[in-house]
């Protein structure tokens, strides 16, 4: 009797860890890759898009977040996404240039207003469609992730282009950043985020652009004597997955993980509102630098200098869709 009741309950083991290892050779794996800080907004987007997983589809899925560059960095991380070695990332928008031209749209100087307005064109059919322009060539695009309206940091005070002439200032590798400073005669250098503070601080360059939180979790300001707020370009990410992995997913699973990383891309860009805003204060108050605040006359000035970098990239980005970002301002 004893014998039979031992064989019982070890046959109820068994099945209970075939049943355990099935659950578990069945859950998706999801590794997020990103570069920045817990505490930032992107951090604080993918955690929270780790924790609603974990929450809703905990038998499912699971997510593993790398922050602070732990696994890519922005450069290596969508040619290790293709080979299936990371399956989201949240880039900056520039660093797809390589995979389509169009997402130079997002580079363009003074094309949106505001944020509001960005918001607009991105949730717009052109906004989206450019999510799956790049799917021919194994990326899909999974929402847009805010970081803000970026600024003009610099050694002396720019108010009108003709300050900028002859100035220094580190961009992204992007050529439509490139062409946005040589329109006003400055001279752009393509650099390491890494390496911006010690290029402020040494004078090795005379300025760089960049949104308020950035400006201050970098200390920028600290480096800067002025700070012209132009609002003159957008810096923001595209969360991204491959496609091999995002259509090898149960159509049913794929509409729920989405779901959920909708709502946590909504959540992170409300933090990155209310950081920039908190952030600028933050500058503010330390008096380390001036900020300068344009006058129309002075911002036309700007707008009329830096436009024609449209024309230029006009054929690569095409024209009817820099219309429609332009009016989404309207």
């Known amino acids: 009797m004893v014998r039979k009741v031992t064989l019982a309950l070890a046959s109820l083991a068994l099945a209970a860890a075939f049943t355990s290892s099935s659950v578990m050779a069945k859950q998706v794996v999801i590794k997020f890759s990103h570069v920045v800080a817990e505490n930032t907004p992107k951090g604080q987007m993918a955690n929270k898009f780790k924790e609603l997983v974990a929450e809703k589809l905990a038998d499912k899925v699971v997510v593993e977040v790398y922050p602070n560059s732990q696994l890519f960095g922005d450069n290596k991380v969508l040619e290790a996404m293709l080979l299936g070695d990371v399956q989201m990332a949240a880039p900056a928008l520039s660093k797809f240039e390589r995979y389509t031209k169009a997402v130079q749209l997002y580079d363009l100087p003074f094309l949106f207003k505001d944020m ?137 699973l794929r509409s729920e993980i989405k779901a959920l990383l909708d709502e946590s891309i909504a959540f992170g860009n409300q933090v990155a509102l209310k950081k920039s805003e908190e952030d600028k204060q933050k500058i503010i108050e330390s008096k380390r630098s001036e900020i300068l605040t344009l006058t129309p006359e002075e911002r036309a000035q700007w707008v009329e200098v830096m436009k024609p970098v449209w024309k230029e990239f006009e054929d690569e980005v095409g024209k009817d869709l820099i219309d429609a970002a332009y009016n989404s301002n309207m």
């Open 116 to 252: 509001a307005a960005v918001d607009k064109f991105q949730s717009s059919e052109e906004g989206q469609n450019m999510l799956s322009s790049m799917k021919k060539k194994g990326l899909i695009g999974l929402g847009y992730l805010h970081n803000g309206l970026k600024q003009l940091s610099s050694s002396q005070p720019l108010r009108v282009p003709a300050d900028a002439n002859g100035l220094k200032f580190r961009i992204m590798a992007s050529d439509v950043l490139a062409a946005q400073f040589q329109a006003v005669n400055a001279v752009p250098l393509k650099k390491p985020f890494s390496e911006v503070f010690t290029l402020l601080q040494t004078k090795a360059i005379d300025g760089q652009e960049n949104t308020w939180s950035n400006i201050y979790s970098k200390k920028f300001y600290e480096v800067q004597p002025y700070i012209t707020e132009s609002n003159h370009g957008l810096l923001d990410y595209m969360v991204v997955t491959s496609a091999e992995f995002w259509m090898d997913l149960d159509d049913g």
